[in-house]
T-cell receptor
Framework: AQSVTQLDSQVPVFEEAPVELRCNYS??????LFWYVQYPNQGLQLLLK??????LVKGINGFEAEFNKSQTSFHLRKPSVHISDTAEYFC?????????????FGSGTRLQVQP | DGGITQSPKYLFRKEGQNVTLSCEQN?????MYWYRQDPGQGLRLIYY???????QKGDIAEGYSVSREKKESFPLTVTSAQKNPTAFYLC???????????FGSGTRLTVV
């Protein structure tokens, strides 16, 4: 069963506009949630993570995400995007099963910021 | 600086050949992971290792093999049995006491 679903494969947005990238997770997995960013031909960089505590998580580069248990969502937001935010964004959750602890990723959302 | 080093950055392989991708970390992390990335599919787990001399299959292990003889190193071999090996491969590591996963910069493998 899919553990993480990213609802949009591509999100075009104009510079300085707000953006929301959507992520829903399966209620059967843990609630350790992550957002990563990937620039072309590079590895993944952690934007933010939710492990416990406040449901509003602030990350790097002005991004934030809100953990919503009732809607099983962890949407990523930024109030004003820049051209440099153009990248692929991945939502991920930790799966614990049979002694395994590993990140499981959504299929990614490509954010395209236009001037 | 601590981190993960993957080499080479680009790798070309002829059909029928085995190739080995290198992953080295100096973060003193116990766990290491290999992921495969294809367009539109996110990252899929190939193999992982929670401790030296032990490793487990992930979701798409067929056609791959690994070893974990040292804490710092987790090489991945793409064998000739892997039917569609062209992809971007990412290595990651994680400590046992927190949930901070660190990723390498990846190796792009192309079969020619």
């Amino acid at each position: 069963a899919q553990s993480v679903t990213q609802l949009d494969s591509q999100v075009p947005v104009f510079e300085e506009a707000p953006v929301e990238l959507r992520c829903n997770y399966s209620s059967s997995v843990s609630v350790y949630l992550f957002w990563y960013v990937q620039y072309p031909n590079q590895g993944l960089q952690l934007l933010l993570k939710y492990l416990s505590g406040s449901t509003l998580v602030k990350g790097i580069n002005g991004f934030e995400a809100e953990f919503n248990k009732s809607q099983t969502s962890f949407h990523l937001r930024k109030p004003s995007v820049h051209i440099s935010d153009t990248a692929e964004y991945f939502c991920a959750v930790i799966r614990f099963e049979a002694g395994r602890r590993a990140l499981t990723f959504g299929s990614g959302t490509r954010l395209q910021v236009q001037p | 600086d601590g981190g993960i080093t993957q080499s080479p950055k680009y790798l070309f392989r002829k059909e029928g050949q085995n190739v080995t991708l290198s992953c080295e970390q100096n973060l003193n992390h116990d766990a290491m992971y290999w992921y495969r990335q294809d367009p539109g599919q996110g990252l899929r787990l190939i193999y992982y290792s929670q401790i030296v001399n032990d490793f487990q299959k992930g979701d798409i292990a067929e056609g791959y093999s690994v070893s974990r003889e040292k804490k710092e190193s987790f090489p991945l071999t793409v064998t000739s049995a892997q039917k569609n090996p062209t992809a971007f491969y990412l290595c990651a590591s994680a400590g046992s006491t927190n949930y901070g996963y660190t990723f390498g910069s990846g190796t792009r493998l192309t079969v020619v």
